[in-house]
């Protein structure tokens, strides 16, 4: 599980450090760096199976991802981690070329905790991250240098999934892809193939997946998989713009309790699709290490937050290595999470962003055993929240 996050340099961020939760929620206005922070996460968790050019994901080329007031043309991002019973500390330093889409690895260390001293790591190609060059060069020797921390930090972060649901896309027909199995591409485009690849791993698997959405939503009697003309689309294209081309495939058909006719997916409601795509994730035979999420709150009745938000810290539960981190601008999120949970993203006067967790503000401190947080967060505001409590305040009083 990542601990804290670094990140120097990059997009908003001049230098933030973020620490973690097993699950853990970004909130704040509009331009504070939430999504900068989730894109940052993004890429160093990419590095390990992609090339740099491909872990930084959108439309980029130049120095465009670098903090604006940054001279320099690099970006550093660092991880905390604990894996099983030790914890560790990981830098990438990337490089951005003054032409067109390229990054290359400027310097890359890996260090246990408990030791003073940080290993450089050797990147042959400096395209790729030397973690992504170890794991990908065969079997690994335990002897070599950069093996342990190969294992390390690739065990960590690989198989990230971000995820920015656009429901119009959860309703297509897809065409099968064997580059592309158990995932979504980052609009959500994608799930009817994600819910055929459990299906076809294990019956009994989707049959839980159904059971469960017919407990959320008890009008849904049945869901089933038709073939059917579909689209397909680029495998996980890093500058995440969905490109949909006509194919053969298999589309969502949902069956209501009014209704002897099956429904397609384009014709069930956003509510609807956004919560079977959540269950996709935690009936997926391997649950991605890192689950990031814009928003979960979009298209979403406030009363079925609490259902998605269920469904996530059961992920969390059921598989110990997922961590997942949201951001959200709905009080009615906040309110289903500790402050130790929650983290407050604000800019300063220079356009610097800056964080803190609600557990080490002063308003919540003061007024959690009257009000939720999400009515703290408000009543008070972003400003009154920053303010910090003393020093000698208990966290847990």
């Known amino acids: 599980m990542i601990t804290q996050v670094r990140v120097q340099n990059y997009k908003a961020l001049h230098d933030v450090t973020l620490d973690l939760t097993p699950i853990h929620v970004l909130v704040g206005p509009n331009d504070t760096g939430k999504t900068s922070l989730l894109d940052a996460i993004a890429a160093v968790?990419?590095?390990?199976?992609?090339?740099?050019?491909?872990?930084?994901?959108?439309?980029?080329?130049?120095?465009?991802?670098?903090?604006?007031?940054?001279?320099?043309?690099?970006?550093?991002?660092?991880?905390?981690?604990?894996?099983?019973?030790?914890?560790?500390?990981?830098?990438?330093?990337c490089e951005f070329k003054r032409k067109g889409r390229s990054v290359t690895v400027r310097r890359e260390t890996f260090r246990h905790l408990d030791e003073r001293k940080a290993e450089v790591l050797t990147s042959p190609d400096p395209r790729y991250s030397a973690i992504y060059q170890k794991w990908n060069s065969g079997a690994l020797d335990a002897n070599e240098p950069g093996a342990a921390a190969a294992v390390a930090v690739h065990s960590t972060l690989h198989g990230v999934q971000y995820y920015r649901w656009v429901p119009r896309l959860l309703g297509l027909p897809v065409a099968p892809d064997s580059k592309v199995r158990y995932r979504m591409e980052a609009s959500g485009f994608g799930l009817a193939r994600c819910l055929d690849d459990i299906l076809g791993y294990d019956e009994e698997r989707f049959k839980a997946l159904k059971e469960r959405l017919g407990r959320i939503f008890p009008e849904v009697k049945g869901v089933r998989l038709i073939a059917e003309p579909a689209y397909k689309a680029p495998a996980d294209a890093a500058e995440q713009v969905d490109i949909l081309a006509r194919a053969e495939g298999k589309g969502v058909y949902f069956r209501f309790a009014d209704t002897a006719a099956e429904v397609p997916a384009a014709q069930v409601s956003d509510g609807v699709l956004l919560v079977l795509a959540y269950l996709a994730i935690l009936y997926l035979p391997k649950p991605p290490r890192v689950l990031l999420v814009e928003e979960p709150e979009n298209g979403i009745h406030p009363k079925r937050l609490q259902d998605v938000l269920n469904i996530l810290r059961e992920l969390v539960a059921e598989q110990s290595q997922t961590q997942v981190i949201l951001t959200t601008h709905s009080p009615y999120v906040v309110d289903l999470f500790k402050p130790e949970e929650v983290t407050l993203c604000r800019k300063g006067s220079d356009g610097s962003i800056s964080v803190r967790r609600l557990s080490e503000s002063r308003a919540v401190r003061e007024q959690l055993d009257v009000f939720t947080l999400g009515e703290i967060w408000t009543g008070e505001g972003d400003d009154a929240l920053a303010e910090p409590a003393a020093s000698h305040e208990d966290p847990a009083a």
Do not use: N
Not at 53 to 75: I, P
Not at 76 to 84: D, F, H
């Open 45 to 93: 968790c990419r590095s390990v199976d992609h090339a740099l050019a491909q872990a930084f994901t959108g439309s980029w080329e130049e120095r465009m991802l670098v903090w604006w007031r940054s001279q320099a043309l690099s970006t550093t991002l660092q991880i905390c981690a604990r894996l099983e019973d030790h914890t560790f500390e990981y830098a990438l330093e």
